[in-house]
């Protein structure tokens, strides 16, 4: 699944906003990933839990780089951006949808 940020997303970008909307891109892009690996696990995971994971996940991307979830900073954001395409190459996941994903997302970091 392609996610693109809107115009109004953009609006008055904080770096709280960035990191969140930098985890709605993340959920985006990997749930259907995600979804079919806790089926193959026996289990059919409901969009919230869905969700409760990609947030855990960005916030493990944080602290592998040193990075404050709670207090971004726009370089914190690229390093964990960084993980976070990395876990999502090493999953299948297409370099094009990988690299679209990016795309978007230096939107909302040029915005910082």
Same mark, same amino acid.
């Given at each position: 699944?392609?996610?693109? =940020? @809107?115009?109004?997303? !953009?609006?008055? =970008? ?6 969140? !909307?930098?985890?709605r ?5 990997? *749930?259907?990933? !995600?979804?079919?690996?806790? *089926? ?5 995971? #409901?969009? #919230?839990?869905?969700?409760?994971? =990609?947030?855990?996940? =960005? *916030? ?9 979830f709670?207090?971004? #900073? *726009?370089? @914190? ?12 190459? @090493? ?22």
């Amino acid at each position: 699944m392609r996610w693109s =940020v @809107s115009e109004k997303d !953009l609006e008055g =970008v904080t770096p709280q906003k960035a990191r969140d !909307l930098v985890t709605r891109c993340f959920f985006e892009a990997q *749930k259907e990933t !995600l979804a079919e690996a806790k *089926k193959k696990l026996g289990s059919a995971p #409901t969009d #919230t839990e869905l969700r409760e994971n =990609v947030l855990r996940m =960005v *916030k493990m991307a944080f602290k592998e780089t040193g990075g404050d979830f709670d207090s971004p #900073t *726009k370089d @914190s954001l690229m390093r964990a951006i960084d993980v976070l395409a990395r876990k999502a190459a @090493s999953w299948g996941t297409p370099p094009e949808i990988i690299n679209h994903h990016k795309g978007e997302i230096e939107k909302i970091l040029k915005r910082l």
